[in-house]
């Protein structure tokens, strides 16, 4: 029975009580216990900022940014500088950040470069991007070719937006970790491919591969 079905039927004992001259300390238990599930109700339904604020970014309504400990993580990174070979919040590279992501969020240790992540074997490649969902990476490079070297990689959140470490100038003006859209330039034009690659596995060995 969810919350508000038990507050309707708490309600109803309420009338009921009253109405067959039940005691008053059974009716007061009743509506204290009404109003506790009123209470949590309204907290299960409450939004919260971190929602509101990816959810404007993202486009979409806020109840539907879901994985809340996802986006807490990308705004403790958000701005954080671009640094090629950086690995802490002076300065992080593309492949190190969406690497942090796997392994803080879903306890997965990817490998460390874009090419080795584009490469492994688990990577589930396509290029289809209709079949994009959040937790896939996307994989780029100057040429946009599969036949060149994957030189950058970023997380796919949905909406056509990915989060990513890049050398590149957002619109804030700075480089470094930030949310672009994938259908504009010059994205679009590097897109390779998407990957798919399981979660909450903690496979260790998959760092030196």
Not at 55 to 78: Q, S, T, Y
Request: charged share 25%; net charge positive; with cysteine.
């Amino acid at each position: 029975m969810n919350t508000l079905y038990k507050t309707f039927f708490l309600l109803a004992i309420i009338i009921g009580v009253m109405s067959c001259g039940g005691s008053k300390k059974a009716e007061q238990e009743a509506l204290a216990q009404a109003r506790r599930d009123s209470i949590a109700l309204a907290k299960q339904n409450a939004i919260l900022p971190i929602q509101k604020k990816y959810g404007a970014i993202l486009g979409i309504p806020p109840k539907k940014v879901e994985n809340v400990a996802l986006f807490e993580f990308i705004d403790e990174w958000m701005n954080t500088p671009y640094l090629l070979g950086g690995n802490t919040k002076k300065g992080i590279d593309c492949s190190y950040f969406t690497q942090y992501i796997y392994h803080d969020v879903y306890g997965n240790l990817i490998e460390r470069t874009a090419e080795k992540q584009f490469k492994a074997d688990d990577t589930n490649k396509f290029k289809g991007l209709h079949n994009l969902k959040q937790g896939d990476l996307i994989f780029f490079n100057k040429q946009g070719s599969e036949h060149r070297e994957i030189t950058h990689v970023g997380f796919y959140l949905g909406n056509d937006r990915f989060v990513h470490s890049t050398s590149r100038r957002g619109n804030s003006g700075g480089n470094g970790v930030q949310i672009s859209i994938l259908s504009e330039q010059p994205w679009k034009r590097m897109f390779v491919a998407a990957g798919k690659k399981p979660k909450y596995t903690n496979n260790k060995t998959a760092q030196n591969k």
